[in-house]
Nanobody
Framework: QVQLVESGGGLVQPGGSLRLSCAGSGFTFSHYAMSWYRQAPGKERELVAAITSTGDFTNYADSVKGRFTISRDNAKNTVNLQMNSLKPEDTAVYYC???????????WGQGTQVTVSS
């Protein structure tokens, strides 16, 4: 029973920052790649950032490169997304996901709302 709980969302002005966190339980956290996805109203769900099980490699959507940073702490079973220089187009529900390996199903958290507006 994989469980993922996101936190840290909220309302922020353009140019501001937020740090999202995801706490995992019910699985061997260090064996799973972790990712953040987002979905804005009227738009398709998209991958924002991903990190390998050991944290040695990361990748990002082109739209967030240089602004967002994904990290993980396997000792605490957490993955984070530091979001800087936020733009209104970053407004979305952000979801934490876990996946054992390529070709397997992802597990999803409940999501946390991020709103970037003045």
């Amino acid at each position: 029973q994989v469980q993922l709980v996101e936190s840290g969302g909220g309302l922020v002005q353009p140019g501001g920052s937020l740090r999202l966190s995801c706490a995992g339980s019910g699985f061997t956290f260090s064996h799973y790649a972790m990712s953040w996805y987002r979905q804005a109203p009227g738009k398709e769900r998209e991958l924002v950032a991903a990190i390998t099980s050991t944290g040695d490699f990361t990748n990002y959507a082109d739209s967030v490169k240089g602004r967002f940073t994904i990290s993980r702490d396997n000792a605490k079973n957490t993955v984070n997304l530091q979001m800087n220089s936020l733009k209104p187009e970053d407004t979305a529900v952000y979801y934490c996901t876990a996946r054992r390996r390529i070709g397997t199903m992802r597990s999803w958290g409940q999501g946390t709302q991020v709103t970037v507006s003045s």
